[in-house]
């Protein structure tokens, strides 16, 4: 990563930095972006197997940066996702490859072409409380966000995975002792 740096700067090292440290306060860990597809992944293959296979899952969160997180489970599981127009479109126009993998809200509700069934969901949509969830069988929830003290409930159709586009403290540390900049 250093050599991509000198080389995009041509070789002066870097005098400013300017960060998004979103999630540079001490305590907010979250795991690499790999691992938390992986806990997903499996998260999903274990509701799924509880439910004779066929399962709903809403994805809450924050959409932008989160492309390819919905790619990987779409190829991963071979199913559609179903995302907010916007979110669709935004990706349209970033030049992804769409194909039969994403549809947006109104198209694939009334569709379904298998036993799972991913949609993308806003936020500010997530079930608030447990009666909120019982409400809806046979759907996992899972909440996406890098925040350690938020959007807890306890059931066992309610998953909140720390998953963010953001670095970690920790990844923001090795980043700038390895740029060391002036």
Known sequence: MLDQI???TGGKGVDYLHLDNTFATIGEHFPSQKEAYHDLIKIIEAK?????????VNLYCYTLGKEELFDTLSRYFKTKVSLMKDAYLRMSLAGMDMGQRFVYRGIYDSRRDGPLWIYVKKMRDR??????INKKPGQL???LSG?????KLMHP???KLPYSSH????????????????
């Not at 670095?167 to 002036?182: G, M, W």
């Open 48 to 56: 799924r197997a509880q439910h004779n296979n066929y399962l709903q």
């Open 147 to 151: 925040w350690n003290k938020q959007y």
């Open 127 to 132: 079930p608030r409380t447990l009666e909120d």
């Open 157 to 159: 159709r309610y998953v």
């Open 167 to 182: 670095s970690s403290p920790e990844e923001i540390e090795a980043f700038v002792s390895a740029l060391t900049p002036e």
């Open 6 to 8: 000198k080389k995009f």
């Open 141 to 143: 929830h899972v909440v």
